[in-house]
């Protein structure tokens, strides 16, 4: 009877201990291989957005730098050159009597400082000499205009040269650089060419004082020669 009993405390327990059907299909076989296969899978496709990532990142920066490198120089001093050297021109163009005329020049010299005609009166003399007087004094009036125009502009070139200086310091691509380079070398271009026209304003005065004191010589000669009776 005692036996009996155990046997069936021991059929209940066992029914107690082993859950229906339907519960033991919610379980899973834990299955160590596939386990770490899938790790494996996921950690592979974690490193390829990574990559990708990176890849993306590098891109940018690449893009990034050919947009400095293609930027445009925010600052031009074009304008300012290009009024400078129209200014001088201009003073240039001004040239007064005697202009920068080559059959302008020739002809000035064939009736004011060449050879006086042994024919001219003291009036024809006196009035070449007038001629060539007032001449020369527009000559160094129109040198003096010059230097004052260049001495005027020094400020205005050192500010452009400093705007250019700061630019090209603080250019953000290859492009700036050069551009900024570019024009600092138009500066010194533009100072050149102001340097050109003072010397050859001066230049110009200069030479007509030298050829009035020439031609002043000839027409005392020539009124020497006429006082005398004889050709000169």
């Known amino acids: 009877m005692i036996a009996r009993r155990?046997?069936?405390?021991?059929v209940l327990a066992l029914a107690l201990a082993v859950p229906p059907g339907p519960v033991l299909a919610q379980f899973t076989v834990y299955d160590p291989a596939n386990y770490i296969q899938n790790v494996a899978q996921a950690a592979h496709a974690l490193q390829q957005i990574n990559n990708q990532i990176s890849a993306l990142q590098n891109q940018a920066q690449m893009l990034i730098g050919q947009a400095k490198n293609l930027a445009s120089l925010p600052y031009s001093s074009l304008a300012s050159l290009q009024a400078q050297v129209a200014r001088t021109k201009a003073l240039l163009g001004q040239a007064q009597r005697l202009a920068y005329d080559?059959?302008?020049?020739q002809q000035a010299f064939t009736q004011n400082y060449g050879a006086a005609s042994l024919s001219a009166t003291n009036?024809?003399?006196?009035?070449?000499?007038d001629a060539r007087w007032a001449t020369s004094v527009a000559g160094?009036?129109?040198?003096?205009k010059v230097q004052a125009s260049v001495i005027g502009g020094m400020d205005a070139n050192a500010g452009e040269m400093g705007a250019l200086v700061g630019a090209s310091q603080g250019a953000s691509g290859a492009l700036q650089a050069a551009q900024a380079g570019n024009q600092l070398l138009a500066l010194q271009?533009?100072?050149?060419?102001?340097?050109t026209a003072l010397v050859a304003a001066q230049g110009r005065a200069d030479a007509l004082e030298a050829a009035d004191r020439v031609?002043?010589?000839a027409d005392a000669k020539a009124r020497?020669?006429?006082?005398?009776?004889r050709n000169p």
Do not use: H, P
Request: aromatic share 8%; hydrophobic share 60%.
């Open 102 to 105: 080559v059959s302008a020049i």
């Open 123 to 129: 009036a024809d003399l006196v009035a070449r000499a």
């Open 215 to 217: 031609a002043a010589r």
């Open 6 to 10: 155990r046997r069936v405390v021991l």
């Open 189 to 195: 271009a533009q100072q050149l060419s102001q340097l």
């Open 140 to 144: 160094f009036e129109d040198a003096l």
């Open 224 to 229: 020497f020669s006429k006082f005398m009776g």
